[in-house]
T-cell receptor
Framework: GQNIDQPTEMTATEGAIVQINCTYQTSGFNGLFWYQQHAGEAPTFLSYNVLDGLEEKGRFSSFLSRSKGYSYLLLKELQMKDSASYLCAAMDSNYQLIWGAGTKLIIKP | TAGITQAPTSQILAAGRSMTLRCTQDMRHNAMYWYRQDLGLGLRLIHYSNTAGTTGKGEVPDGYSVSRANTDDFPLTLASAVPSQTSVYFC?????????????FGPGTRLTVL
């Protein structure tokens, strides 16, 4: 079956660094996506990885290991506005996204 | 640019009634999707359309139907609503189907079936 696992909730301090992990099992694999979703709002695209390694986009970075079925999202210099849910999604062989349940990130001052 | 719009924003519906959730995009994207989001679960694909005139079933299609008469509109119809269809529904689109590209989401419709 297809499965995406990520922690339900994490807490971090403003200004710190946090890493949100995601493991996936899909029928085929075409890429790993990260989305941000603030409470009551729509998901918005953050990044995707196709090849192994780290992709950096400002304060956010995403890492992929295809052999391990593993990805993480790294958020640096945390700000209060980063309080949100972070959704991991793997694109399967049919180019459909299989979504994790999301990780709720709570930022404390 | 509006991007993707959905209507209504929220709705309370009596069980057994029918309803159509509307979705319109102005980005001329080929592919469109309907998801439902329930607490503790990931987004689940209901139906999708790779291009105007074609539709396909996702993970949870039962009780829902869609049509794609043109590029911009992708309505989702519940023929006879049941309480288990209480959820937040998101419409999304992507420029192309069956390639690696990001999906853009509408603001969602919160549906309660009583």
């Amino acid at each position: 079956g297809q499965n995406i696992d990520q922690p339900t909730e994490m807490t971090a301090t403003e200004g710190a660094i946090v890493q949100i992990n995601c493991t996936y099992q899909t029928s085929g694999f075409n890429g790993l996506f990260w989305y941000q979703q603030h409470a009551g709002e729509a998901p918005t695209f953050l990044s995707y990885n196709v090849l192994d390694g780290l992709e950096e986009k400002g304060r956010f970075s995403s890492f992929l290991s295809r052999s391990k079925g593993y990805s993480y999202l790294l958020l640096k210099e945390l700000q209060m506005k980063d309080s949100a849910s972070y959704l991991c999604a793997a694109m399967d062989s049919n180019y459909q996204l299989i979504w994790g349940a999301g990780t709720k990130l709570i930022i404390k001052p | 640019t509006a991007g993707i719009t959905q209507a209504p924003t929220s709705q309370i519906l009596a069980a057994g009634r029918s309803m159509t959730l509307r979705c319109t995009q102005d980005m001329r994207h080929n592919a469109m999707y309907w998801y439902r989001q329930d607490l503790g679960l990931g987004l689940r694909l209901i139906h999708y359309s790779n291009t105007a005139g074609t539709t396909g079933k996702g993970e949870v299609p039962d009780g829902y139907s869609v049509s794609r008469a043109n590029t911009d509109d992708f309505p989702l119809t519940l023929a006879s609503a049941v309480p288990s269809q209480t959820s937040v529904y998101f419409c999304a689109s992507s420029q192309l189907a069956e390639v690696l590209n990001e999906q853009f989401f509408g603001p969602g419709t919160r549906l309660t079936v009583l």
